[in-house]
């Protein structure tokens, strides 16, 4: 990053995140700053207003030890960008870009603007082509499409970090595009434990996966502000990759519940008026700015597609977080604790959850021509079976009709037979065929999502 | 035109120190971009401007510009079936897949002008000089603007193509002031259009969906709400209702939603045809989008526009409707100007006159006899997406106070795929009254008396299924276990209608009137059934059963045969069955012992 404009001794007043500066270079809002201390430490701000007298610096990192005398100021004379060139894959990065595996810096082709700009939807290409992760409860069920954005929704104690893991390490496109190497990972800790941290890049290196991948890392140690920042570099790297290098990208986020806590910080440390839960009124606004940079471009390559993962305060799917996120997202993935402690990998609780893009990205000349149909059936069964197990509850299994007893039985077969698959990855195929078996059981009359062409051909 | 100079910035707002005076809500333009905002306050000496877009870059002296009248939008040929941000700027410029600020206007295109008077008639405000065709289906009028002075013709250009902003006709207003008119003209979002007169709506504005048109019709010039929590499929309903509604013109407002839906409805739009002329349907549609990562303050304008826009549409007579998806964001919207300006915060921190402004925007939907001396409507639907899904919060209970017709969606029903999901004992429509004569005099004398034994029996079932929940199917007497059953035809056979399906995504009122009538028989043939003692699981067992829970999907408009058939089939099975029960004289104790539920 060149320097601009450099301004000395201007600072005089600093307040929490805030720093006060005499407006004596021409300036404009929004542009990137950086605030050397009389240490020599660097800081990156973002100026947030400005008056005749005056110019107010938003800081990014911590602002504590800072200085008003034998303070440089830096106008970068333009909104804070990101250098990204060839050479990102395989690479760690720090919160704000900067490496952290000891390599060199980057060769910068590009630099893009960290904020981005809203993609025109008449220039938005319609996600429909599939992505495989290897969990039957996704592909089979609740397929992902590129493209799109699918959060998976957790909670504390739940084994969402390793869920994440293995999306990234087993994910691919269908057979015939995984030849040509179009597929790469963006995976950004956000506000993480250091075990998290280390657990994710030490995975990374031993499966492999790391040579198709770009790791961002914001520890929980680091500032809130910078916390800010770090999904949106990652989606940066991510934009770079897909439209400029034409890759296929899927951005894994954890913890987003991280992010709006940092942002729940800042905005309060700004005086701004809190809405529900002490949360910011923009949380959706804000929350939209990174998940609609999910998607595809009409005429470029690539795609972008997101799986954020946030966990869940107490659980509580109506808290704004999860909330705000169902808005905005096209659809979500639930994780459940009573599957987890019956030790089902992965616990994904299969009612809630939804993918609102399966119907374009499945079915004839997408997966296969059935799909559809059999996720449609087993979800509707699956959803009776759940009925009768309340219902069992009450009367007891005894008092149950046999119908209600298959459905029972049908439910602790798919949740053993279809969810859980522990360590053994699954294409679609397979899924399928364990649902097809799971459906045999039952009388074709209570089929009603299939047509009869379908059941002669599956369940005979 | 006024002037002022920034000398403060912040986020979306700015303080300038003006020359000259500005109106509130005056439309400004800033900078050397020429970003759009509006004057949201004035002191003698400063004014406060809210902007519309992306604010980076702009510093204290960059020069504020007035307009001299509110924030308005161009109205003409050229807006039909294209995509705007919420200002009514085109943003479907192939050239950069980006939103960039910065003002662009729509360029003027050139139509086909056929006049339609002559020198020396007389015109007045609302009325029309002439036709004008832009390619597609639909042929538009080109008004003289509400709020011109009535006059004279004194000149008039002859059949051509003629940009839409050139003079096609010269007036003498009575007081002897020339006046010309072209085809587009501006028109402030904030005020709605006058009318001659609102008519009452007695007609339905048919959706294709059974559960809309049968349960809880919307009527034209109406309202309608539809509240459901994330996942419950309020766009997907909104889409498949702009797709094949019998209204004559479509305005989309996709306002604080996702770009993927854009882009989806947008693709989908240019594919399908319109069943009634068989052009695509974009043709008939108009998108303003607004997605949630554009500029917030725009959010809050998008309303406006799209209502003025569907206003224009129905002065040329047409039947207009629009969808907005969703007046949350646009509640939302409203909050953070409110909070910008330090209002005092109401419920919810939503400013206290969001009551007001839901009631301003439901209110301009109706249907009228144009100044043209036309027929014409504007009918809302409005999604709202509620908070956690929770119904009790302020947009939904303000919206509920203002619309016709709410169609309440259900987690419950969304979770086991039953599409649409709506509930139909959390939904209402207050003119299903005045529309069952609609359906009389199309044929279907039966519509109130089936509606209404539906919706009964939807909501026994409901009180009928925690007792079962309770006690178990199998301990309950067949009258209730009979009324289950039949519930479940209603749900899974009539009410489910999936908007993925080539036969079913759309039912015309002929075909839900046959579906309406064989339920009807169906429900006719188990009280006979249970009449004559049989256990009613007999029917429901018999493959008939299936057919008719299936014959949505696979019975196609037109095929009144295989509707025939299934009736045929249905009364063979209901007398077989009486008869082998007569035969073997099952139970006849069994069906007195119910309720008298059914």
Known sequence: ?????????????????????????????????????????????????????????????????????????????????????????????????????????????????????????????????????????????????????????????????????????????????????????????????????????EEMEKSGALARTVLFLNLASDSSAQRLLTPRFALTAAEYLAFAEG?????????????????????????????????????????????????????????????????????????????????????????????????????????????????????RGRTHADHPALAAQLYATYSQARQARVLASVVGEDGLSERDRRLLRFGDAFERDLLAQGDAVRTLEEGMDIGWRLLRELPPGELHRLDDRQIHEHLR | MSRASAIWVSGPVMRARPEGSFQLRESVTVGERRLLGEVIRIARDEITVQLYEDTSGLRPGVLVEGTGRPLSVRLGPGILSR?????????????????????????????????????????????????????????LRCLIPPGHPPGEVVEILDAGRYLDDEPLCRLRADDGSPHAVTMSHEWPVRVPRPVAARLPSDQPMLTGQRLIDCLFPVARGGTGAIPGGFGTGKTVLLETVAKWCDADLIVYVGCGERGNEMAGLLAEFSELEDPRTGRPLMERTLVIANTSNMPVSAREASIYTGITVAEYFRDQGLAVTLMADSTSRWAEALREVSGRLGELPGEGGYPAYLSSRLADFYERAARVRTLGGDLGSVTLLGAVSPPSGDFSEPVTTHTKRYVGCLWGLDAKRAQARFYPAINPLNSYSLVAERLARWWHTQGCTRWQELRSRFLTLLEEESRLERMARIIGRDAMPARQRALLICAQLVNEGFLRQSAFSENDRYASPERQAVMMRLIGSFLEGTERLLDAGIAPERIAEDPVYRRLTRMGEEIPDGDWDAFAAIDRELTAVVRRLIDAGRESGEGVGDSRDGTDAM
């Open chain 2, 83 to 139: 995509i705007f941000d919420g200002l009514l700027r085109p943003i479907g410029d192939p050239s950069d897949p980006y939103v960039q600020p910065g003002l662009c206007r729509i360029e003027p295109q050139r139509f086909h002008f056929e006049p339609g008077v002559r020198v020396g008639d007389r015109v007045s405000p609302g009325g029309s000089i002439g036709t004008l065709s832009n390619g597609t289906a639909l042929d």
């Open chain 1, 247 to 363: 890759k296929h990208v899927l951005v894994i986020l954890t913890d987003l519940t991280n992010y709006c806590e940092a942002l729940r910080e800042v905005s309060a440390s700004r005086g701004e008026i809190p809405s529900r839960k002490g949360y910011p009124g923009y949380l959706y606004s804000d929350l939209a700015t990174l998940y609609e940079r999910a998607g595809r471009i009409r005429g470029l390559l690539g795609s972008v597609t997101q799986l954020p993962i946030l966990t869940m305060p107490n659980d509580d799917i109506t808290h704004p977080i999860p909330d705000l996120t169902g808005y905005i997202t096209e659809g979500q993935i639930v994780l459940d604790r009573d599957l987890h402690r019956r030790a089902h990998y992965p616990p994904i609780r299969l009612l809630p959850s939804l993918s609102r893009l399966m119907k374009d990205g499945t079915g």
């Open chain 1, 1 to 201: 990053m060149y320097a601009r404009l450099v301004g000395e001794e201007i600072a005089y007043r600093a307040e929490g995140p805030l720093l006060f500066l005499e407006r004596s270079l021409d300036v404009g809002l929004n542009e990137a700053v950086e605030v050397e201390g009389a240490d020599g430490s660097v800081r990156l701000g973002r100026i947030a207003a400005l008056d005749l007298e005056s110019v107010t610096v938003e800081m990014l990192d911590d602002s504590a030890g800072l200085a008003l005398s034998g303070t440089r100021v830096r106008f970068l004379g333009e909104p804070l960008r990101f250098h990204v060139g060839p050479g990102l894959l395989g690479r760690i990065f720090d919160g704000v870009g900067k490496p952290l595996d000891g390599g060199p810096p980057l060769a910068a082709a590009r630099a893009y603007r960290v904020d981005g700009h809203p993609i025109k939807p008449s220039a938005r290409e319609a996600p429909d082509q599939y992505l495989e992760t290897g969990f039957s409860a996704i592909d089979l069920m609740n397929s992902l499409v590129r493209g799109q954005k699918l959060p998976i929704f957790s909670g504390g104690g739940l084994p969402h970090d390793r869920i994440a893991v293995d999306i990234a390490r087993n994910a691919r496109l269908p057979d015939e595009e995984s030849e040509s190497g179009e597929f790469a990972i963006v995976f950004a800790g956000i506000g993480i434990p250091h075990d998290s941290a280390e657990f994710f890049r």
